[in-house]
């Protein structure tokens, strides 16, 4: 799924419990990550719970994002596919200019969200631009 097909696939389902359930079912859906991946550096903080982030550039010529993440609930872990879904393909520096703001607004997720959850999606995003950040810096040296 790439970010068109998300976009149009939460238009499609128009009421926010159906868009819920789709968040749910990504999550359920998403891989995840190994457990020796699951370390406190990949580890986001400032969620409620738990979630880990992993992310790298394609290639040496490629230097598009790719991200693989995992959470200890299908929720959280859906929401943290779903920015990945958002983010993936851009180059760091896109990664680290990307409007969250406007798409959370597209997709309705600002008006159904607890307070805590907004805390944790701001904290998944900053996740996501830390590592592009590094992979940027990386490819700079």
Known sequence: MNLEDLVETFDFLGD????????????????????????HDTQVHGCMSQVWIVGHQRGPTDPAMSFRVDGEAPIVRGLAALLAIIYEGRTPEEVDAFDADAMFDQLGLFDHLSPQRHVGMYAMVQRLRDIARNCATKEAV
Not at 16 to 39: C, Q, V
Request: net charge negative; glycine share 8%.
């Open 16 to 39: 926010w419990d159906a868009r819920y359930d789709f968040i749910a079912e990504l999550g359920e859906k998403t891989p995840g990550l190994s457990e020796d991946e699951k370390t």
